[in-house]
Nanobody, 132 residues
């Protein structure tokens, strides 16, 4: 069973919107409570852009996406979403969903934003391309 499966990537013009989905397997959802979205552009380091602590349903955001991106979850579908608005060419990257356990929301917040963030479960990634 694949732990995490992303979908929803594609090509969009600057200023447009996309919504990414991350389906979390039941087994993974039982083992984790800190979900995250990260991205990596060619030639750049992987960047954590947001986290979601399932126990409190609280979302956290990197400054680079705050106010433009929204993370939400449908617990009935075990699916995490990333709504991306006002997309810009610098948002072009492969977007990954990741999951792990965190003792509280603060740890979850710090986990996704840490340089070289380590998570136990990863999706395969979905490509987002924003043209100017």
């Amino acid at each position: 069973q694949v732990p995490l499966v992303e979908s929803g990537g594609g090509s969009v013009q600057a200023g447009g919107s996309l919504r990414l989905s991350c389906e979390v397997s039941r087994d993974t959802s039982l083992r984790t409570n800190c979900l995250a979205w990260l991205r990596q552009a060619p030639g750049k380091e992987r960047e954590g852009i947001g986290g979601f602590y399932t126990r409190t349903e609280e979302a956290y955001y990197a400054d680079s996406v705050k106010g433009r991106f929204t993370i939400s979850r449908d617990s009935s579908k075990n699916t995490l979403y990333l709504q991306m608005n006002r997309l810009a060419p610098e948002d072009t990257a492969t977007y990954y969903c990741a999951a792990d356990f965190a003792v509280n929301g603060d740890y979850c917040n710090r986990r996704f934003s840490r340089r070289g963030a380590v998570f136990g479960y990863w999706g395969q990634g979905t490509q987002v391309t924003v043209s100017s």
